[in-house]
Every structure is written in structure tokens, then in C-alpha cells.
């Protein structure tokens, strides 16, 4: 009885969340949405809002995830100006490479979390993860030593990863 309970409750926090985002009670989208919400609730065991995925709705984790976002903001204007310099005034260097940087993150997600962020900054782009340590293409490398090259790099996006997915494993 409590299993059917768990899906039950499932299915209509998932339609419910359904019906929230695509703001109408259009015949087709409610319907969607009860056929979706099974289909997650049934993959997911019953279980979508239990355990280890409620971990990540912690308040100090959402308060780090919404600072997140001016700061994954601002380096994303500064790339974008920096880039841009770079594109209208042909004199300022640029020298390209990849440089190998490394993490603490541990969890997986975290790391692709990380290396996303990377990427979306104009001038780097992640190219692979190999454990702990992520090469990236650096349009203008200023620092070939791993260390150096993790803390201009990195070590921004890492605090506030840090924090958002730790004990997530």
C-alpha cells in the first residue's frame, strides 16, 4: 500500500509541475503531462522526490546554486568582452592551446556542471575529463602550469560547485 502511495504521489507533484510550466489545461497538454509523469514516476522507481534527489533541494545548496547564477553571468559578459577586444582590435595577442587543469569536484555531475560552465565562457571550451583533470581549448593561454592555469580557470566555478553538489555522490 505504501509503494502505490509513493507513485501516487509521484505522478501528481510531477503533473502538477507539468501543468505549472506549460500554463494552460489545454486538452492535449493535460493529457501529456499524465502520460509523462507515469513514465517518470515508473523509471524512476516510484521514488523521484526521495532520497539521495532531495539532497540538492537543500536550502544552503539552492542559496549557492542562485548566487551561481550572477556569477556564472559576469564571467560570461567579461569572456564576452575579452573576446570581443580581441575580434576588433587585431594587436592584442592571442595564443591558443589546451591546458590541463584539475578539480575537487568529485561527483560526476558536478564536473560536467563544471566543464559545461567552462564552455559556455567564450574563449575556453572543455574538450575531455579524464578523473580529476579536464583539458581545455584557451583561446589566449596565459598560464601553462597546471596550477596556475586551474586557479584562472576553474577555481571561480568550483566554490560555488563545490557547495551545490557535495555529498551528492
Known sequence: MERA???LVSIAALWALWLALVGTLDPQEVVAGGVI???VTLVAGGAPFTGRSLRILAPKRL???LAYIP???WAIVKANLDVARRVVDPRLPINPGIVRVKTRLKHPVARTALANSITLTPGTLSVDICGDE???HWVDVQAKDIEE???E???GFERYLEV???DAA
Open 164 to 166: 551545490i553538489f557535495e
Open 134 to 136: 579536464l583539458y581545455i
Open 5 to 7: 502511495v509513493r507513485y
Open 63 to 65: 542559496a549557492w546554486a
Open 37 to 39: 509523469a507515469v513514465l
Open 71 to 73: 556569477y556564472m553571468v
Open 153 to 155: 580557470i576553474v577555481s
Open 149 to 151: 592555469a586551474t586557479r
